[in-house]
C-alpha cells in the first residue's frame, strides 16, 4: 500500500511516501492528492493517518517532507531547517509533476491538500497551477503578518526586526544563520510558536512518532513568515474547487481569520467547521471530521470511480 518514494525539485531530493488504492479507478489511472505537513513538521507527524483514509477512499497520495526537513535534502549550500513558503510552494509544483509522470496516476486528477502553513500553501498552489483539480486547506494560515502579530510580543517587534538585519549581515559575511527553537516549555521565551498547545504536540509527536523531527528553524523562517500573504490568493482560485477547514478556538493562527478569508474565496466553495483548537484537528474527534471532509471533497471534485 506504501512505496517510499524520493524526486527531484531543482537540485533537492524530495522523499517520502506513495500510497496507491487496493482497488482499480473506473479511469484508469488513479486521482492523486499531493500532501506536505506544517511549519517545521514532518509527515510522520500525522500525515500517514490523513493518506490512510485518503487512499481507503480510492485516492493515491504523494506525501513527503519539505526540504531541508525530515527525509528531504536541503538545496546545495542552503541550511536545513530553514522555511521558505514560497519554496515549498514551488515543490508542492515538483510533487505534481512527480505524480504525473506515473503510470498508475491520472494526470488530469490531481488535488492538493496542506495543513497550517501548507493550508496556506495550497490556496496559493491552487491559484497558480491549472494542474491542481480540487485544493483542500486545514487550519490554513491566512496571514504571516498577523502571525507574526499574534506569536512575537509588541515590544519584541523592534528587536525581532533587528535580529534579521544582522542575521541578513552575518549570513552575507559567510557566516551560520542564526537560528531558534520552535517550541519552548516557556511560553514567554523566544520561539517560532510560543503557544503552550504547540509545545504539547510538537514534543509528543517527536517521542511517539517522529524521531527525526528537530526543534529548531532559522531565524530567517520567521522573517519569512511575516511577509507571507496566502489570503490574497484565495479569489483568484476559481474555477477550482476550494475547501476550507477551520478550528475556530485556534489560537495559533486565528481561526476567525482563516474564516473571514474564506469569504473572499469564489465558488465553488465549502467551509468545514472541526471542534477544538489546532492541533485538535490531528488525533481523536478532530481526525475524524477533518480527514472525512478532506475524503468527501477529493472523492467528490476528482471523480472517484466516476467515468467520464
Excluded at 140 to 154: K, Q, Y
Amino acid at each position: 500500500m506504501r512505496e517510499d518514494i524520493s524526486f527531484d525539485a531543482e537540485g533537492a531530493t524530495l522523499r517520502g511516501w506513495f500510497y496507491a488504492p487496493d482497488a482499480a479507478d473506473a479511469n484508469g489511472g488513479h486521482p492523486c492528492v499531493v500532501m506536505a505537513h506544517g511549519f517545521s513538521a514532518v509527515k510522520e507527524q500525522h500525515l500517514d493517518d490523513y493518506a490512510e483514509v485518503f487512499a481507503a477512499a480510492g485516492l493515491a497520495c504523494v506525501v513527503y517532507d519539505n526540504r531541508g526537513f525530515g527525509a528531504s535534502d536541503a538545496a546545495p549550500g542552503k541550511p536545513r531547517q530553514e522555511i521558505d513558503p514560497w519554496e515549498q510552494i514551488r515543490d508542492y509544483q515538483h510533487a505534481i509533476t512527480y505524480a504525473q509522470s506515473r503510470d498508475d496516476v491520472d494526470a488530469d486528477r490531481i488535488g492538493a491538500w496542506g495543513s497550517s502553513y501548507s493550508g496556506g500553501h495550497v490556496y496559493v498552489l491552487g491559484a497558480i497551477d491549472r494542474r491542481v483539480k480540487a485544493v483542500s486547506g486545514q487550519a490554513p494560515l491566512v496571514s504571516g503578518r498577523r502571525g507574526f502579530e499574534s506569536l512575537v510580543r509588541i515590544d519584541a517587534w523592534g528587536p525581532t526586526w533587528e535580529a534579521f538585519a544582522a542575521d541578513r549581515l552575518e549570513r552575507a559575511r559567510g557566516g551560520e544563520p542564526a537560528m531558534m527553537p520552535v517550541v519552548t516549555e516557556d511560553p514567554t521565551a523566544p520561539a517560532a510558536l510560543p503557544t503552550p498547545d504547540s509545545y504539547e504536540w510538537f514534543t509528543r509527536t517527536q517521542r511517539d512518532r517522529a524521531p527525526s523531527w528537530r526543534n529548531e528553524v532559522t531565524l530567517r523562517s520567521v522573517e519569512l513568515l511575516q511577509g507571507y500573504e496566502p489570503r490574497a490568493f484565495l479569489p483568484l482560485i476559481s474555477p477550482t474547487p476550494v475547501q476550507m477547514v477551520v478550528t475556530p478556538n485556534d489560537r495559533l493562527i486565528a481561526g476567525e481569520l482563516a474564516a473571514a478569508a474564506y469569504e473572499t474565496a469564489v465558488h465553488p466553495k465549502k467551509i468545514v467547521i472541526a471542534p477544538g483548537g489546532h492541533f485538535d484537528a490531528y488525533t481523536g474527534p478532530g481526525f475524524e471530521i477533518t480527514s472525512a471532509a478532506a475524503r468527501d471533497w477529493f472523492v467528490e471534485h476528482l471523480r472517484v470511480g466516476k467515468t467520464g
